[in-house]
Structures are given as structure tokens and as C-alpha cells.
């Protein structure tokens, strides 16, 4: 069966500090592979979205970057984290280039910015 | 901005009640997803419904939508404590390429013991 994991549950980080946070799908070959950003009682922004290793799409202009090293490896960074960068981000993959596919969702990393 | 949309923002039941979302779109979908989110969780999907069709049931789930509305409903029959969770709709956009897929504000369900 396929799974996501995503790592660290939870992340406090100063302003101005590195970000790198994994997520890794198993079960499954050329996943399209998403980041979303949460903010607190709202819904969910995507960040990134890729279908293939080394092609990655961003939506929104921010402090944020994205990479997929690896076919079930997608990874989301910044060199400077911001306090707006404060949130809880989850990762979810698919499969199939149509829509009419469910994504599945890991438990999410809830980053402070302190 | 926003494509999905629901109503209301929160809602608070009694174990046994049925609880009815709403999700209001703006553009043409190819489908709509509905998903639930507990605490601090991530989400997980329940159910898709085509643009071709009109409603769908799964367990105590029913959706229906209405594209000339461009609307959807989620029933709760025979709600429980442990249905208590944020429920949010997806679409995703004609021409749009890949599956991404725009999230609603989601309704706050609360289902009281």
C-alpha cells in the first residue's frame, strides 16, 4: 500500500534561519507530488506542485523553493525564513496527469517563526 | 482567489443529527473532492463526484452537485462524535493542467456527545 511521511511533525525556528522539510511517498512510481500551506482555521494554498523529478511548478511569488531530487522525494526549503513563513505545511502526491484522482495527504509539519 | 467556497464557516450538532455543507464554486470543474480534516491532521479525501453526475453516495455520505448552480452539498446522516472535523471541497479548473485542485475556507463541524 502506499504512504506518505513527512518530517518534523513540528519545527520553531528563528527569523532569518535555513528551512528544509521532506516528504517522501512509498508504494508508488511518478507521483505528482504537491506542497500546501495552512494558516490557522483557513484553507489550503498550494506552494508547489511537480509531476516529475526536477520539474516543479510554483504558484505563488514568496520566500519559498521546491525540489524533487528523487522520483518520491519532494523537498521544500528557503534560505531565510520569514515570520509570514509561520504555518503548518503538509505535502500530499496523486497519480495520473487528469484531475478526476484523490489526493493523499501526510500529517503536516507546523513550523513557528519566532 | 478562492474557487470552492462553504457555508457555513462552523456548525454544532447533536450526536444523531444530519449536518449539511455547502461549497459554491466560481469557474467550470471536471470534479469536485470533498475532504476532512481532523486537528492537527492532514487531510484525507471521502469522496469525488464528476461534473457528469449529480450525486453520489459512500456510507453515511451523501453529495450532490448542481453545475448550473455551481454548487455542492455534503450530508452527514446519523452524525457521531468522532465525525467532528473540518470538511473542505476541492475543484479543480477546466484546462487546468496535471490534478491540482483549489481548497475551499472548509465548515468547522462539531457533533456534540
Known amino acids: 500500500s502506499q504512504t506518505i511521511h513527512q518530517w518534523p511533525a513540528t519545527l520553531v525556528q528563528p527569523v532569518g534561519s535555513p528551512l528544509s522539510l521532506e516528504c517522501t511517498v512509498e508504494g508508488t512510481s511518478n507521483p505528482n507530488l504537491y506542497w500546501y500551506r495552512q494558516a490557522a482555521g483557513r484553507g489550503l494554498q498550494l506552494l508547489f506542485y511537480?509531476?516529475?523529478?526536477?520539474?516543479i511548478s510554483s504558484e505563488v511569488p514568496q520566500n519559498l523553493s521546491a525540489s524533487r531530487p528523487q522520483d518520491r522525494q519532494f523537498i521544500l526549503s528557503s534560505k531565510k525564513l520569514l515570520l509570514s513563513d509561520s504555518g503548518f505545511y503538509l505535502c500530499?502526491?496523486?497519480?495520473?496527469?487528469?484531475?478526476?484522482?484523490?489526493?493523499?495527504f501526510g500529517d503536516g509539519t507546523r513550523l513557528s517563526i519566532l | 482567489s478562492q474557487q470552492g467556497e462553504e457555508d457555513p464557516q462552523a456548525l454544532s450538532i447533536q450526536e444523531g443529527e444530519n449536518a449539511t455543507m455547502n461549497c459554491s464554486y466560481k469557474?467550470?470543474?471536471?470534479?469536485l473532492q470533498w475532504y476532512r480534516q481532523n486537528s492537527g491532521r492532514g487531510l484525507v479525501h471521502l469522496i469525488l463526484?464528476?461534473?457528469?453526475?449529480r450525486e453520489k453516495h459512500s456510507g453515511r455520505l451523501r453529495v450532490t452537485l448542481d453545475t448550473s448552480k455551481k454548487s455542492s452539498s455534503l450530508l452527514i446522516t446519523a452524525s457521531r462524535a468522532a465525525d467532528t472535523a473540518s470538511y473542505f471541497c476541492?475543484?479543480?479548473?477546466?484546462?487546468?493542467?496535471?490534478?491540482?485542485?483549489?481548497f475551499g475556507e472548509g465548515t468547522q463541524l462539531t457533533v456534540n456527545p
Open positions: 500530499a502526491w496523486s497519480v495520473g496527469r487528469n484531475s478526476n484522482q484523490p489526493q493523499h
Open positions: 476541492a475543484t479543480d479548473g477546466m484546462g487546468t493542467s496535471g490534478s491540482r485542485l483549489t
Open positions: 463526484i464528476r461534473s457528469n453526475e
Open positions: 511537480s509531476v516529475g523529478i526536477g520539474q
Open positions: 469557474t467550470s470543474i471536471n470534479n
